[in-house]
């Protein structure tokens, strides 16, 4: 079975601040590793994703990720955080064997930026 | 663009009755997916679909059943709604094919559903 661990119900920042939102994973074989945005009343938004290659993945709005293979970890980082920011926060993994449609979701983080 | 369009938004029905919840995607992508989203717990699959005619079942099927009408829609369906369904359920599609399944999902908005 494949998990996802989001161990900050809430992170608290201030604007400007650089912000981090922790994931861990637990999957069997390679992982493929995705972030998702959600604000409120509307679907999850695509951040990005962690396929293969390069361990610091860029994505939308300036977040960027790092996949540590030996922490089996992924966590979302911004430089400066801005107050659009503040939203809920959803890691999310699959097995990347073949047929392996089913895609977890940790519990998700809210991400409050403080003017 | 329309994207992935989800009726209706919000729905409130009484234990037993039944409804269709309906999904439809203008992005010509191959799977479709339904999920529920509950407080604290994330979102859970309960229905995959690869293509039209093929569905599999995700984490909690149990009271729920689906149809890929075609390419386009994946319909959820409450044959006897239950309190334990209140939930907000999303649809979702996305561009994979080949076995392979590293493309990200798109979601729609999302329907609010209270069963008393």
């Known amino acids: 079975a494949q998990s996802v661990a989001q161990p900050e119900d809430q992170v608290n920042v201030a604007e400007g601040n650089p912000l981090t939102v922790k994931c861990t994973y637990s999957?069997?074989?390679?992982?493929?590793l995705f972030w998702y945005v959600q604000y409120p009343n509307r679907g999850l938004q695509f951040l990005l994703k962690?396929?293969?290659?390069?361990?610091l993945v860029k994505g939308s709005y300036g977040f960027e990720a790092e996949f540590n293979k030996s922490q089996t970890s992924f966590h979302l980082k911004k430089p400066s955080a801005l107050v659009s920011d503040s939203a809920l926060y959803f890691c999310a993994v699959r097995n990347s064997g073949a047929g392996s449609y089913q895609l977890t979701f940790g519990k998700g983080t809210k991400l409050s930026v403080i003017p | 663009n329309a994207g992935v369009t989800q009726t209706p938004k919000f729905q409130v029905l009484k234990t037993g009755q039944s409804m269709t919840l309906q999904c439809a995607q203008d992005m010509n992508h191959n799977s479709m997916y339904w999920y529920r989203q509950d407080p604290g717990m994330g979102l859970r699959l309960i229905y995959y679909s690869a293509s039209e005619g093929t569905t599999d079942k995700g984490e909690v099927p149990n009271g729920y059943n689906v149809s890929r009408l075609n390419k386009r829609e994946f319909s959820l369906r409450l044959e006897s709604a239950a309190p334990s369904q209140t939930s907000v359920y999303f649809c979702a599609s996305s561009d994979e094919g080949g076995g392979t399944y590293n493309s990200p999902l798109h979601f729609g908005n999302g329907t609010r559903l209270t069963v008393t």
């Open positions: 962690y396929i293969t290659g390069d361990n």
């Open positions: 999957v069997s074989g390679n992982p493929y």
